[in-house]
């Protein structure tokens, strides 16, 4: 490494919780991801909070809040003004995930962690990038490069490639090797020329201990359990992220109702579903190839989810006829429009909670996952229910005050400026004319006018005044040509349709409105919630699983190797497996600990200048050096053109063939030597290993020993050399 590296877990090392990093480059100091949970602990963010303000770049890998939850908190509190980069669908799609969340909270209480404004400001800073786009950064981070690889786990998700000099980063957390119904899996193990031997590789250990059955057989379960519920007229609830693992399950789901032509009702029940399909039917070229085939062939997008209902008021949910299914954000549990349906169905037994990802620590549905049997659980519920009595008298009177004193003010300030706009235009006109009355004329802006005064009581008259609407006569103005235009005035009626249907505004329908129009408060009691109904877990989180991991990471083989986000017992399991596998430089760090992943020597820059070097001349020659008994000092003789001949007569040989190596396997084995597969090859007597590359290259590997060349001449043997 030629560069100076740390890396220090700010969230997200050795627990569950969401994740947070800082890696720091030189002078530079990144961020990678900046996380949160739907609880929105701010005890999470407090070493966040201590270096905030000297971050340089933020990288977002996912459009989840576990990856971008408290980037709008961050910006708008610890006033963050650093660049931040992600791919297309990670903004748009992160974005209506806040969305979602911040109106989940709004529902139950008065939320002021942040607002949605505070969520447009922040994303309207994001630098897009697409897939294999190499970027230069600027600034501190000059001379650094970041591209973005597919993670195959979410729309846009994203393995970053981070580039300084000779030193190369990869920061591959949630990742999927697999390929899905609507994502390619990744190519982390697939392309050696990007991924193979990075200095230094950043990646989870979450499901390290996790076996994964196909996803074929992971499907067919899926829609086992939904049938046999709707078979028993019970109801289907699958609480979820609002933006991204959704999108796989309700292309799953909506597949099969249109082929088996399924009646019952299959519904998207989040704040923004809408606008989330919207962005998902734009974005099919960041999707697999599968589906642009589709696309192609009949012209008709995927994601159209013609059996899909989307809902985004409970009332219109409760109305569907049940038996249905659905896809409810939020998969806490603990707020959104899941809970709301958890309370109201967890009473019968025919219904079921399927959860498609493990939860949120210290969550209602962590406690349902892990308890995983009829309970009953006294729940705190809180709700928004409308004013009565005093309290909406109190609050009517209130709020005619502010707005009688808003009114006021606004039109204070309507007047200021009409009176300095009359001032202007008079100093145009009367430039040159001067008030000679100005000096002999005086005002007291703290005295009233005398002529309502009375002298034997020295109190004034004041005459009654009644509230009128002003009429304020505002002078036109002119320049050169005459009376300045507004143009507003002639914009045709199309073109102003066109660009507020342009512009992106996040407002609900006109009975939504409503209702939050109405006024209301914020409640909560405790409320016996007797949990009846079935509870299964079906892995759709899109990861790849612990046999996968223990195969990836010893293909791209990198020199230093740094273990996150999973849990004490996970992250050891993985520790112990890669130190077998890689000689040295296997670390997991603690939250709040920073490693110093540099190279043990230090490598300096240096520059020659022209000066220095300029009464020199360079060469290159073949020469022998002898020492000659007469003289100590040894003697560089150029080696004669006909020796240089005979050396060159060698003509290396050309081995050709192709050789499996599970075949030499078993040729070994006939042979009597012990050979097994391991992670990076065929190991013969713990001794000998043999690789072949991705090229097709061979690599045997071992002690100079009488075994080693006998192995290798069985292994010649196999080929024709010429």
């Known amino acids: 490494m030629t560069s100076y590296i740390k890396f220090t877990a700010l969230s997200g090392a050795r627990d569950d919780n969401p994740l947070c990093y800082l890696l720091e480059i030189d002078e530079a100091k990144i961020l990678l991801d900046c996380g949160w949970y739907d609880t929105f602990d701010e005890e999470l963010l407090k070493p966040l909070s201590e270096i905030a303000n000297k971050i340089d770049a933020i990288l977002l890998s996912h459009a989840d809040i576990e990856h971008i939850g408290a980037l709008p908190y961050a910006m708008s509190k610890f006033n963050m003004s650093c660049s931040i980069y992600a791919t297309i669908p990670v903004q748009n799609m992160g974005q209506m995930c806040l969305y979602d969340a911040v109106q989940s909270h709004l529902a139950t209480e008065d939320f ?70 609507h994502l390619e899996g ?55 992220d609002s933006t991204t693992r959704i999108l796989e399950l309700a292309y799953i789901l909506d597949q099969h109702w249109g082929n088996n032509k399924i009646s019952f009702p299959l519904v998207v029940f989040t704040h923004q579903g809408y606008r989330t399909i919207q962005f998902a039917k734009s974005m099919l070229e960041w999707m697999s190839d599968s589906l642009l085939n589709i696309f192609s062939q009949t012209r008709e997008n ?246 996968s991991i223990k195969n990836i990471i010893p293909q791209v083989s990198p020199k230093k190797l740094i273990l996150i986000h999973g ?8 520790q112990e497996f890669c130190k077998s596998v890689i000689s040295n430089g296997v670390e997991a760090p603690h939250v709040g600990e920073c490693i110093n992943v540099s190279a043990a020597t230090n490598i300096y820059q240096i520059k020659l200048t022209d000066t220095l070097m300029d009464d020199y001349e360079l060469a290159f020659i073949q020469g022998q050096i002898e020492l000659n008994d007469m003289n100590q000092n040894p003697v560089l003789d150029i080696i004669p053109p006909e020796e240089k001949n005979k050396n060159n007569s060698y003509i290396p040989s050309i081995i050709t063939g192709d050789l499996k190596l599970s075949e030499f396997k078993k040729l070994l084995q006939h042979e009597g030597y012990n050979a097994e597969f391991i992670p990076s090859g065929l190991l013969v007597n713990e001794s000998i290993l043999i690789q072949k590359n991705d090229a097709g290259k061979l690599i045997i590997e071992g002690s100079l020993s009488s075994e080693y060349y006998k192995v290798r001449t069985l292994l010649y043997n196999q080929f024709a050399i010429l």
């Not at 849990?567 to 993985?574: A, D, G, K, M, S």
Request: net charge negative; charged share 30%; with cysteine.
């Open 112 to 181: 002021t962690k942040f607002s949605l404004d505070d969520i447009d400001n922040t994303f309207e800073k994001i630098i897009q990038l697409r897939y294999q786009q190499p970027f230069s950064l600027t600034g501190k981070c000059k001379g650094i490069i970041i591209t973005a690889y597919s993670a195959g786990h979410s729309l846009g998700g994203t393995i970053w490639k981070i580039k300084k000099d000779t030193d190369e980063i990869l920061y591959a957390v949630n990742y999927n090797h697999k390929k899905e119904r």
């Open 186 to 240: 990744t190519q982390l193990h697939l392309n050696s020329e990007l991924f193979a031997r990075p200095s230094l590789l950043i990646t989870d250990s979450r499901n390290s201990l996790n076996i994964q059955p196909s996803r074929k057989q992971r499907d067919n379960f899926l829609i086992d359990i939904i049938f046999k519920t709707l078979s028993k007229k019970g109801n289907v609830l699958i609480p979820v």
């Open 302 to 547: 995927p994601f159209e989810l013609k059996h899909i209902k989307l809902k985004n008021k409970l009332q219109d949910v409760e109305e569907l006829k049940s038996p249905k299914v659905v896809l409810a954000s939020m998969k806490s549990l603990e707020t959104g429009y899941a809970r709301d349906l958890f309370i109201n169905w967890s009473k019968e037994k025919n219904n079921i909670i399927i959860f498609p990802s493990k939860c949120q620590p210290n969550t209602l549905s962590k406690k349902l996952y892990d308890l995983w049997y009829d309970i009953v659980k006294d729940k705190e519920i809180k709700s928004r229910i409308p004013l009565e009595g005093e309290e909406l008298k109190e609050f009517l009177r209130l709020d005619q005050i502010k707005k009688e004193k808003e009114a006021a003010e606004a039109a204070q300030r309507k007047h200021n400026l009409l009176i300095m706009e009359d001032d202007d235009n008079d100093d145009n006109d009367d430039n040159d004319e001067i008030d000679v009355n100005l000096l002999n004329t005086q005002f007291d802006l703290y005295v009233r006018d005398t002529n309502n005064m009375d002298y034997s009581t020295n109190m004034y008259y004041v005459n009654q005044s009644y509230k009128m609407y002003p009429c304020n006569d505002q002078k036109k103005k002119f320049d050169d040509y005459g009376e300045v235009i507004n143009a507003e005035l002639y914009t045709h009626d199309e073109f102003q349709a066109a660009e507020v249907e342009n512009t992106y505004k996040n407002e609900e329908d006109p009975e939504r409105e409503a209702e939050m129009s109405i006024p209301s408060k914020c409640v909560s009691h405790m409320e016996t919630v007797p949990i009846k109904c079935k509870i299964c877990y079906i892995d759709f989180e899109g990861l790849s699983d612990g046999k």
């Open 567 to 574: 849990n004490e017992e996970q992250t050891l399991h993985l």
